[in-house]
T-cell receptor, first 115, second 116 residues
């Protein structure tokens, strides 16, 4: 069975700093997807960034980028120039290629951006 | 485009009472999910619908939880009788089946249940 582990329950950084959130996963699959979702306080969860396992190039979305290490089964999220609006729970999630499109979720990391 | 709507946002009940949550997905989204999110944990899938059929309900405690999606649009999740451990946020999410393999789910704001 696949598992997703986020080892940092909470992190805090100053506004404008760069922060990296860690995620490791366990799978015997070769084709899969990895995701970072953001859940702001009292607001809905939204997709931040997605990585397809067959792609070697790390995904980027504006200030958000990932460091995908397939052999190490590691998938970290880097947030550059952090903003107050980045304060949220961040969840790492895994989806194997043929799984009825179901996500397996980590426990989340609470990120606080301080002014 | 309207997002996923959920109601009620908050509900407080006594144990052994019943409660129902409603979800209206984004128009045209064939796939609908109900998740349970306990404080400090990631979402746990309870049930997944494809149109009005159940794709997976293996983690739904069927002795007390039930869900339906009549006409393949709105969905209702019911708990009867509630237990203390059911205190959680119940998240509804939807996705269009044609692009479900992208893994992008669209979530509602959730319904927070407190069982006393």
């Amino acid at each position: 069975a696949q598992t997703v582990t986020q080892s940092q329950p909470e992190m805090s950084v100053q506004e404008a700093e760069t922060v990296t959130l860690s995620c490791t996963y366990d799978t015997s699959e070769n084709n899969y997807y990895l995701f970072w979702y953001k859940q702001p306080p009292s607001r809905q969860m939204i997709l931040v960034i997605r990585q397809e396992a067959y792609k070697q190039q790390n995904a980027t979305e504006n200030r958000f980028s990932v460091n995908f290490q397939k052999a190490a089964k590691s998938f970290s999220l880097k947030i550059s120039d952090s903003q107050l609006g980045d304060t949220a729970m961040y969840f790492c999630a895994f989806m194997k290629h043929s799984s009825n499109y179901q996500l397996i979720w980590g426990a989340g990391t609470k990120l606080i951006i301080k002014p | 485009e309207a997002g996923v709507a959920q109601s009620p946002r908050y509900k407080i009940i006594e144990k052994r009472q019943s409660v129902a949550f409603w979800c209206n997905p984004i128009s045209g989204h064939a796939t609908l999910y109900w998740y349970q999110q306990i404080l400090g944990q990631g979402p746990k899938l309870l049930i997944q619908f494809q149109n009005n059929g159940v794709v997976d309900d293996s983690q739904l405690p069927k002795d007390r939880f039930s869900a339906e999606r009549l006409k393949g649009v709105d969905s209702t999740l019911k708990i009867q009788p509630a237990k203390l451990e059911d205190s959680a946020v119940y998240l509804c999410a939807s996705s269009p089946w044609a692009s479900a393999n992208t893994g992008e789910l669209f979530f509602g704001e959730g319904s927070r249940l407190t069982v006393l």
